[in-house]
C-alpha cells in the first residue's frame, strides 16, 4: 500500500503562487510515475502533471505555462509550483502514484484562487 497526503492548498489571489507537497509513505520504492489532478466543482477530475521515477514530466497544456511539478531526490514527495493562479484554477487538487499495477490517491487539498 501507499499512502499519499497532500499539504499546502488554501486562499491566494489572482496572480499569485502556491506550492503543493505531497509525501507518499508504504511501499515507497514500488512508486514509478505520480502526479497531480485537479477536480473543480460540477466537473470531472482532470490531469494536471505527471512526473516519472527517472524525472520525465508531462503537463496538461493549459497549465504548463504556470505549473511545475517535481520530485525529491528520495522520490517519495513530489510537488507542484503554481504562478499566475486563475479563478478557475479553484479545485481540490489530488496527489496520485503508480506502484505495482496499482494506482494510489490522496485525499485532495482545496486550492482557493479569488478573483
Known amino acids: 500500500q501507499v499512502q499519499l497526503v497532500e499539504s499546502g492548498g488554501g486562499l491566494v489571489p489572482a496572480g499569485g503562487s502556491l506550492r503543493l507537497s505531497c509525501a507518499a509513505s508504504?511501499?515507497?520504492?514500488?512508486?514509478?510515475?505520480m502526479g497531480w489532478y485537479r477536480q473543480a466543482p460540477g466537473k470531472q477530475r482532470e490531469l494536471v502533471a505527471t512526473?516519472?521515477?527517472?524525472?520525465?514530466?508531462n503537463y496538461a497544456d493549459s497549465m504548463k505555462d504556470r505549473f511545475t511539478i517535481s520530485r525529491d531526490s528520495a522520490k517519495t514527495t513530489v510537488y507542484l509550483q503554481m504562478s499566475s493562479l486563475k479563478p478557475e484554477d479553484t479545485a481540490v487538487y489530488y496527489c496520485?502514484?503508480?506502484?505495482?499495477?496499482?494506482?494510489?490517491w490522496g485525499r485532495g487539498t482545496q486550492v482557493t484562487v479569488s478573483s
Open positions: 496520485n502514484a503508480h506502484a505495482f499495477s496499482n494506482v494510489y
Open positions: 508504504g511501499i515507497i520504492f514500488a512508486i514509478n510515475d
Open positions: 512526473i516519472s521515477r527517472g524525472g520525465s514530466t
